[in-house]
C-alpha cells in the first residue's frame, strides 16, 4: 500500500477519533452512531453512512491548512471532521439548503470548538458558496445528475472534488487547468438540489 494512502487513512481516522458521530445525530438517535448505516437527522436528510463519509474523505485528501467547502453539511458532521483534518490553518465553510438543519448543523460546529469552520444556509438557486471560492477541496454529500460545473467553476488549481454522479462516487482532480474525473464505486445519496 503507498505511503501517501496510508497516510491519508490515518489521518481520516484521527479526525473520526477526534469528532464523534453522536453529537451529530438528533438525541433519541445517538445510541446508533457506531451503526454502519445513514441515519435519519430529519427533513428528509440523513447523516451519511460512516463507511462512505471514510472513502470520500480519503479521496478528498485535505492537507492541513486548505480551505475546503462541505456541500449539503446537514448536521454538521463532515464540516467537523474536515475542521480537524485542515487544522486551525485551514477554513471550512459548510453550506446547508434547509435552513433548520443549517441552524441545527451550525450549532453542533459551534460546540465542537472549530472557529475556522462554519456551517451557513445555502442561497436558493446557488451551489456551493461562490462567493469564497476558490476552495482547495469540495465535498458534496447529496447525489447529483451530473457533474456540477458551478462546483467546478469554484475548484482551486490544483484542487480535488469529490461527488456522487448518478450514483458513482466522483473524483475530479484539477492540476495545471486540466481536470481529471474517476469513478469510485457505487452509492446512494439524497439529490442534490
Known amino acids: 500500500m503507498p505511503g501517501g494512502y496510508r497516510e491519508a487513512m490515518d489521518k481520516v481516522e484521527q479526525a473520526f477519533a477526534a469528532v464523534p458521530r453522536e453529537g451529530f445525530l438528533l438525541e433519541g438517535d445517538r445510541w446508533r452512531a457506531a451503526e454502519d448505516a445513514p441515519i435519519p437527522i430529519g427533513h428528509g436528510q440523513t447523516n451519511s453512512?460512516?463507511?462512505?463519509?471514510?472513502?470520500?474523505?480519503?479521496?478528498?485528501?485535505?492537507?492541513?491548512?486548505?480551505?475546503?467547502?462541505?456541500?449539503?453539511?446537514?448536521?454538521?458532521?463532515t464540516t467537523g471532521l474536515l475542521a480537524h483534518l485542515t487544522g486551525p490553518e485551514g477554513e471550512v465553510v459548510g453550506v446547508e439548503l434547509d435552513p433548520r438543519l443549517a441552524r441545527w448543523g451550525a450549532g453542533n460546529v459551534a460546540a465542537g470548538g472549530w472557529p475556522w469552520a462554519h456551517v451557513e444556509e445555502a442561497q436558493p438557486g446557488v451551489l456551493g458558496a461562490p462567493a469564497g471560492e476558490p476552495y482547495d477541496r469540495i465535498l458534496v454529500s447529496a447525489g447529483a445528475e451530473?457533474?456540477?460545473?458551478?462546483?467546478?467553476?469554484?475548484?482551486?488549481?490544483?484542487g480535488r472534488l469529490v461527488v456522487p454522479v448518478e450514483g458513482w462516487m466522483t473524483l475530479a482532480v484539477r492540476q495545471q487547468g486540466v481536470d481529471e474525473v474517476t469513478t469510485?464505486?457505487?452509492?446512494?445519496?439524497?439529490?442534490?438540489r
Not at 462512505?52 to 453539511?73: F, H, N, S
Not at 458551478?150 to 490544483?158: E, V, Y
Not at 469510485?184 to 442534490?192: E, K, T
Open 49 to 77: 453512512q460512516p463507511t462512505t463519509v471514510r472513502a470520500m474523505l480519503r479521496l478528498l485528501d485535505v492537507q492541513l491548512g486548505q480551505r475546503v467547502l462541505d456541500v449539503g453539511a446537514g448536521s454538521g458532521w
Open 146 to 158: 451530473s457533474m456540477p460545473t458551478a462546483l467546478l467553476d469554484q475548484l482551486a488549481d490544483p
Open 184 to 192: 469510485h464505486g457505487a452509492y446512494r445519496f439524497v439529490p442534490l
